[in-house]
């Protein structure tokens, strides 16, 4: 169990998840660890103390995880998917997506950054490959 937290403060560290940001992928990530500590029987004062954050940001992010988990949310899987194989053994496979379609059904600006996460994630197909 040490190993394991001294490993998660490692990232933590290197990836710089203390810091406030809004970056999706970073938010992500730390929600996947507010997550994964709570499963192993953390309580939300260790898993603050560990972040530097507020019990209630814990429980927020811990929410959130697993709403975006029950709801197989591709982006979230993405972000996360080498945490899920080194903390949960478990490893993600996704499905290719058409990058014409998403951008045809694009609806804001939103969903357009969305699609540049997937190229640059390489989430698409390509017809040349």
Known sequence: MKIMIERIKEIIEKEQLKKLCKDP???YRRW???CYLRKQKFYLREI??????HHATIIHGIKQAEIFEKQNDQLYFLHTKDLFQEFN????FFDKRNLIEDIQNAKNLKDLCKIKRRINQNIYKRDDA
Do not use: R, S
């Open 48 to 53: 603050a103390q560990i972040f530097d954050k």
């Open 89 to 92: 053994d478990k490893t993600l």
């Open 32 to 34: 996947f660890f507010y």
């Open 25 to 27: 992928e970073k938010v």
